[in-house]
């Protein structure tokens, strides 16, 4: 995640997350309405299909908004950045987009047909140490190269849909 000034650091949301609090806002505001009270958490996560757990560690999470340059106090100079900020540790949004890159692709791949999903997952190492080459995956299949070939164009075809995509393209900025 790219720095917004010289020494500060955002903590951003994923777009599965900002998207499951959006339609927990939509849900919450028509059951509102309809209920004519405040809708509970279960009421809330039946509607969007979601868990509980789900629905109160987005809404948790939706409302902390703190200035990592704000001091803690009014007579210190100390910020939150300078407390959280160590070069030599890894980014604290890096598991967190690593496990909502991995969900996207698992999404993503779950389009595909059986046959499809497999090729492309052995092809590029999805899962494991290393990729197979189309030779390996076909002896694995009892298909020849060519036809496995055929078969991860076609899956990469359909995976560059827009719709299929979109998603996973936000990752690559």
């Known amino acids: 995640m790219q720095a917004i000034a010289e020494q500060s650091r955002v903590?951003?949301?994923p777009l599965n997350k900002i998207g499951l609090?959006?339609?927990?806002?939509?849900?919450k505001s028509i059951l509102d309405q309809k209920l004519e009270r405040e809708a509970?958490?279960?009421e809330i996560a039946e509607l969007v299909e979601a868990t509980e757990d789900e629905i109160r560690i987005a809404l948790s999470s939706s409302n902390r908004t703190v200035?990592?340059?704000?001091?803690?106090?009014?007579?210190?100079?100390?910020?939150?950045?300078?407390?959280?900020?160590?070069?030599?540790?890894p980014q604290p949004d890096n598991n967190l987009m690593a496990s909502s890159l991995s969900t996207e692709v698992k999404r993503a791949l779950s389009t595909l047909t059986d046959r499809e999903r497999e090729v492309v997952t052995l092809f590029y190492g999805i899962g494991l140490n290393h990729g197979l080459t189309l030779e390996e995956?076909?002896?694995?299949?009892?298909?020849?190269r060519e036809r496995v070939r055929q078969i991860k164009e076609k899956a990469i075809r359909r995976l560059k849909n827009i719709s299929r995509s979109k998603i996973l393209r936000t990752y690559l900025g």
């Open 67 to 89: 200035s990592t340059d704000a001091p803690f106090s009014n007579n210190e100079d100390t910020t939150l950045t300078d407390v959280l900020f160590n070069p030599d540790n």
């Open 40 to 42: 509970s958490v279960e």
């Open 11 to 13: 903590i951003r949301l």
């Open 137 to 144: 995956i076909g002896e694995r299949y009892d298909l020849t």
């Open 21 to 27: 609090l959006n339609k927990i806002k939509k849900a």
